[in-house]
């Protein structure tokens, strides 16, 4: 009987539970692109609410300036090339970082980094342009309209610079790893968005406005 209580404590401990501890956390393969998507939604949730009230109030002067008077076609053209060339350099990384090449991916990040800073350098000299002009956000529904909606643009192509900055630094040091590769498709979709929604604001805004 002793014999027959010791076999069965021994299958007892034999089948007890096993605990098992990845050795990595879990990470679903497209759930940051899937999530990233969301985001994008929502993000043109909030532009298309802009450009909604931009197409109300835009006609609203209050006896004050208009598109016509106050926009430099030639200027926001300009600010227009620096836009969309980046998007093409930014096309030139993500070629480079399918082939493996950390170096040219830095290289041509870097070049897509200096393209947003003069778009925001035009961006910010033609704000403070029109507030000189005495073409305040106050001034009328038009300018706040504009202001909020061309402001908010610049806003997101701050924050899209101070990730590519974030993202060099990262894969400086840790190279082209897997995680760095997901980070930076992401950054290029949003890019690419910003590049979409001004296109719609430089038509909607600027040229309808002075024509």
């Not at 969301?38 to 197409?55: E, H, K, N, R, V």
């Not at 979409?196 to 604001?201: A, E, K, N, R």
Request: net charge neutral; hydrophobic share 50%; charged share 10%.
């Amino acid at each position: 009987m002793s014999n027959t209580h010791t076999l069965q404590a021994g299958g007892t401990a034999a089948l007890a539970p096993r605990e098992y501890h990845l050795a990595h956390e879990p990470h679903p393969e497209n759930g940051t692109s899937l999530g990233f998507w969301l985001y994008l939604m929502s993000d043109c949730l909030i532009f298309a609410a802009l450009f909604a009230t931009y197409g109300v109030l835009g006609r609203s002067y209050a006896a004050g300036p208009t598109g016509a008077q106050l926009f430099d076609l030639s200027l926001v053209a300009i600010n227009t090339a620096f836009l969309l060339t980046s998007s093409i350099t930014f096309g030139f990384a993500m070629l480079q970082k399918q082939a493996g090449n950390a170096r040219g991916t830095l290289a041509w990040l870097a070049v897509t980094g200096l393209l947003g800073l003069a778009f925001l350098g035009v961006e910010l000299y033609e704000f403070a342009h029109l507030i000189h002009q005495g073409a305040t956000p106050q001034r009328s529904a038009f300018l706040s309209a504009f202001f909020t909606l061309v402001g908010t643009h610049g806003l997101h192509v701050t924050f899209g610079l101070i990730w590519l900055v974030t993202l060099m630094i990262q894969i400086s040091k840790h190279g082209l790893i897997h995680e760095n590769k997901r980070r930076l498709n992401c950054l290029s979709m949003f890019w690419h968005f910003l590049d979409v929604v001004w296109i719609g604001v430089f038509t909607f805004v600027y040229l309808m406005g002075v024509l």
